[in-house]
């Protein structure tokens, strides 16, 4: 199997995550599906495979932040079922993670009822807001799919406004935005701080995981293996 694998995540700091492992060519969303989808589709001329990679928020409790999850089914948008082997791969590559559903609709979850409630309805343990984009454009294609993301946020705990608005289309985090929600709802920052935090634990597992994963998102791997 040729080709490079397209990344599709969230934000220019996961980019950073995968920019250096070979064979992959990663697509930031932030928050942007209409963008998202016109550099994946682009992205995707020639391409191997499609994977969703960077951070998630739980859905069910019993997740720790850091914790890495392989997708065996996405809901919410499209339902579409990732390549058995490649999740296979990945969660070889990453000792101790979980595997089951993921569920992404484009929309930030903004109640602890509805995170719940999303993952016993569609037995799916996290959500981006990414995956629908890119498994849409890996259906049409007739592309491998795969989601592998790691846990930013617990099931029961909900992003402060100062972060949601904060995302940009670029991948990048709008400064501004996020002081002026800061300046508008001062009574955030304990939950911003402790929300970043935990962020920044994803994010370093993160920059882990992909190393182990190595080059095109570990599709190498799934291909010799369906060889062998």
């Known amino acids: 199997m040729t080709g490079h694998v397209v990344v599709a995540t969230g934000f220019n700091r996961e980019v950073a995550c995968v920019s250096r492992l070979a064979g992959v060519v990663p697509v930031a969303g932030g928050g942007d599906p209409v963008g998202l989808r016109t550099r994946l589709e682009h992205a995707a001329a020639g391409a191997a495979g499609i994977v969703s990679f960077g951070m998630t928020g739980a859905l069910v409790d019993g997740l720790a932040i850091g914790d890495w999850i392989v997708a065996d089914r996405l809901w919410g948008a499209i339902e579409l079922e990732c390549d058995p082997a490649w999740a296979a791969a990945l969660a070889n590559a990453l000792p101790g993670a979980r595997i ?33 984009v890119a498994g849409a454009v890996a259906a049409e294609r007739g592309l491998p799919f795969a989601i592998v993301r790691c846990v930013s946020d617990g099931a029961r705990h909900l992003l402060p406004h100062a972060i949601t608005v904060s995302m940009r289309p670029d991948g990048g985090v709008d400064a501004k935005a996020m002081l002026r929600s800061l300046a508008a709802r001062p009574g955030q920052v304990a939950d911003i701080a402790r929300t970043t935090a935990g962020f920044a634990k994803a994010m370093r597992e993160l920059k882990r995981g992909a190393m182990r994963i190595g080059p095109r998102m570990g599709l190498a791997k799934c291909a010799q293996s369906r060889l062998g």
């Not at 979850?109 to 343990?125: F, N």
């Open 100 to 132: 089951g559903g993921f569920y992404a609709d484009g929309r930030m979850i903004d109640t602890v009822a509805e995170k719940l409630a999303l993952g016993e309805r569609h037995d799916a343990l996290a959500v981006d807001m990414e995956s629908h």
